[in-house]
């Protein structure tokens, strides 16, 4: 089992940052794909940013490259989404989710087993 926490949200103005943290704690985060999702209100869960166990892939919905920047750190057993230039539509829960990286796509929902409780973000306009 995989407990995955998230922290750093928060409110931002248009135009701030951001740092979203996810801490794993059980089994440990090597070799398994985490990602970072978001949910609006009314609206699906979508895929923001994924990366591979060891670091050295990531993946953006196209929307966002450039904005956001995923990245971990396996020693510490954590996750990060550093997002900047943020806008109105960026308002979300966020989760951070696990998946093993040998099985399933990094883009899909269904694929992730493990999934953390989600920080709110809020950009004002």
């Given amino acids: 089992q995989v407990q995955l926490v998230e922290s750093g949200g928060g409110l ?3 135009g701030g940052s951001l740092r979203l943290s996810c801490a794993a704690s059980g089994r440990t985060l090597s070799s398994k794909t985490l990602g ?5 209100p009314e609206k699906e869960r979508e895929f923001v940013a994924a990366i591979s166990w060891s670091g050295r892939s990531t993946y953006y919905t196209d929307s966002l490259k450039g904005r956001f920047t995923i990245s971990r750190d396996n020693a510490k057993n954590t996750v990060y989404l550093q997002m900047n230039s943020l806008k109105p539509e960026d308002t979300a829960v966020y989760y951070c989710a696990a998946k093993p990286s040998y099985s399933g796509t990094y883009y899909r ?3 992730y087993r493990y999934w953390g409780q989600g920080t709110q973000v809020t950009v004002s306009s």
């Fill in 12 to 14: 931002v103005q248009t």
């Fill in 36 to 40: 970072w999702f978001r949910q609006a």
């Fill in 109 to 111: 929902r269904i694929d």
